[in-house]
């Protein structure tokens, strides 16, 4: 953990990761004895397809119901021994599926069918929970048509190598993840946002506008990229209302293999941090357990430790080393009991430092004062809520130690559910 | 399988710079204490004495109102030791206890407490008790009058220059030197009269980042500006700007008071308006007021107008309209 400089007028300053040393291939982990895997629908006791027991393949589609939207895509073959509710960030119901896998792997034939003719469709149905989870619910949806694909080639966060290496090492399936984008959305805008050191890496190599960001933390926050590409930023509606989506460059490069090799990736590439910093790069199927990357790079865990999923900035915190990595686990951050700083519950004393080091200009000491308070609206409408791009720099400096970043993605959080509900209720 | 481990769960980020709110006080005690040890070497145990009991009741007072209030204890935290610091601080070496005792009351407990603590107080509470006690008390808190059993062998006047100043105007303060005042060698408070030593103090927070050098420094060129002005248009009535930033509480007053975080403002331009405001305010009292010095009240006054100056502040990015 960094420490505040001894002249503290000194502003924190970060630097992203730049994965220039990466010329390593990273640790292949052995498919675990047993995976879980979330479909992101409430759990319902009266599954007729999925049910204990059941045996499924490599890459075959599971659904609760028939007709339902939601699915995962199981990544080893095996029985199924478990299905149970899994209660995810912010109250959200999911349902956990746990497969005991089996030593013969059996590829599933349905999207090797369905690869034959690349269509928003097919996307839609076998990509959702495939590596870099790719989110097509916002192009089917025609109220708030998208006109421009983000694809977001850096990491979200600092210490994390992991988009940047796909970047680097799957460009051709990233260019051919492009092109089927290209095809099934009929969106002809597509832009990439790669480092501005590695610019001439890719222009003119990628059949995409590049879009260049800084090194400089938070630079390469989605929230700032698209502040640089549009000079806005969303508000409760979310970014579809500005008719623009990203997908992380991990989910087009997988986009790309699946259709070249008619199989559905199911490894997702993942940063371990250990408890030193030092960094290791794994790849794993999606569902293994956390305990089963940290085992294999032997890291041990104690108690009173952190595992965080994410970066040290705006990862979170899990808390069982048994909880499977998800489509979207860039990175496993361990930190050691005693490098954890404690939040507390003390008031803001209004010292400035959030506002001297707030990338956004957000007036953080007053919206504070009202996230606390559960005045949400007042904060997105006086203080700026939505002007903050969620770089979690204000926590970092804040000598009250209050969680500000926590109670400004609540906020968030919150407005967004009741404008979904008040669209919902628009005839 | 191995028995289950408790992990740590919280919110991002997970990493902080590892300041807090105990560090910052006692680092600025630590930058107050040359000053105030100046004021010992001057004026002997009588200080020292008036320093103790300003912290230990500005300790007791808010623990009490932690008891009364049920809340967290926060007397850890510093911030009640340096407002008892900062309190003995302006006040003469000849006050009496029950002075100290009140002073640390109206602070802590008016100035503070009933606001809900630190961070709530509109007014710097250690200003807010001086100034009630300087109104309620003068006598008691002149310095010449409380000072006049002390000798002041290395002084070139034994009086205070400011209130000389004020009494019979520039020609009577004309043979001090700047030096010497600002060496701390002038009747005055405990701990405010020693320059040296407070700008001593106030460079080190600046470095550290625990004031906001844009007020300190605003004050002080607005004092100086708005003095100088004023020397230009009468040099027979008002004093040349240098003597009012070596005398009273002006430097005390910029890097310790005007900057106290809950009641000064946060942005730019607005840290800029507040510290010149509170400079123009101070030489407008001094020179034509009917106050001897006009730091407290200029302060006071400026802690008022925070929250509006502060509105002003750059656009957040990515605003729609
Ligand atoms: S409010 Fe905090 S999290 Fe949001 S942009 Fe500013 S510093 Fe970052
Ligand atoms: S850093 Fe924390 S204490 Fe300081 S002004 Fe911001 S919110 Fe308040």
Known sequence: MRKRSFFGLSKPCFRYELATGTTVSPVVIPVPEKVTLYIKTPYQKTSAVLKPGRSVKTGERLVLHEADPCSVISSVTGTICDISPFLADFGNAWTAVTIRTDKNEMADTAFSKAAEQPSLDTLNRFFPSCPGEPDFSALADDRHPVHTLVIYGGNADLLIDTGLYVLKTHIDAINAGIQILRNATGIRNIAIAVPRESVQNYSGHLDAQVQPFGSAYPQAQPLMILHALTGRLPDETGTAAMGIHFFRAEAVAAIGRAFADGRLPVEKNVTVIDKTGKKHLAIARIGTPVGALLKAFGITVDNQDRIIFGGPMTGNAIYSEDLPIGPDTDAILVQAKSDIALYSDYPCINCGDCIRVCPAHVPVNLLVRFLEAGQYTDGAELYDLYSCIECGLCSYVCPSRIPIFQYIKLAKYELGRISFAEEMNEP | ?321
């Open chain 2, 1 to 321: 399988m191995n028995p289950k481990k408790t992990l740590l769960v919280s919110h991002a980020p997970f990493w902080h710079d590892g300041g807090g709110i105990p560090e910052r006080s006692y680092h600025t005690l630590l930058a107050a204490l040359p000053a105030a040890c100046a004021g010992i070497a001057f004026y002997g145990a009588p200080a020292l004495g008036v320093i103790c009991l300003s912290i230990s009741t500005a300790i007791l007072w808010e623990l009490l109102m932690n008891r009364i209030m049920r809340r967290p204890i926060t007397v850890g935290d510093g911030n009640a030791a340096l407002v008892g610091l900062l309190l003995a601080m302006l006040l003469p070496a000849s006050a009496p206890w029950w002075v100290v005792v009140l002073g640390t009351f109206l602070a802590i407990v008016i100035g503070m407490q009933i606001f809900g603590g630190i961070g709530g107080n509109p007014f710097n509470p250690v200003v807010l008790g001086t100034a009630i006690l300087s109104v309620a008390y003068g006598r008691h808190l002149d310095f010449d009058a409380g000072l006049v059993n002390f000798t002041f062998t290395a002084f070139a006047s034994s009086t205070d220059p400011i209130s000389a100043l004020k009494a019979f105007g520039p020609e009577a303060v004309s043979h001090l030197r700047y030096l010497d005042l600002f060496l701390g060698k002038q009747v005055g408070g405990i701990g405010s009269t020693c320059g040296a030593a407070i700008v001593l103090g106030g460079i080190y927070l600046i470095f550290r980042g625990f004031i906001r050098w844009e007020i300190s420094i605003a004050f002080l060129a607005s004092v100086y500006l708005s003095a100088a002005l004023f020397n230009m248009a009468d040099p027979t009535r008002f004093a040349p700007p240098l003597f009012h930033l070596v005398t009273g509480y002006t430097l005390i007053g910029a890097f310790f008071l005007a900057t106290e975080n809950s009641s000064s403002p946060v942005n730019l331009f607005p840290m800029l308006i507040y510290g010149a405001l509170g400079g123009v305010l101070t030489v407008l009292i001094r020179n034509i007021g009917a106050y001897t010095d006009g730091v407290l009240f200029a302060i006071l006054v400026i802690n008022l107008t925070n929250p509006l100056v502060d509105k002003i502040r750059p656009r957040a990015i990515g605003k729609a309209a």
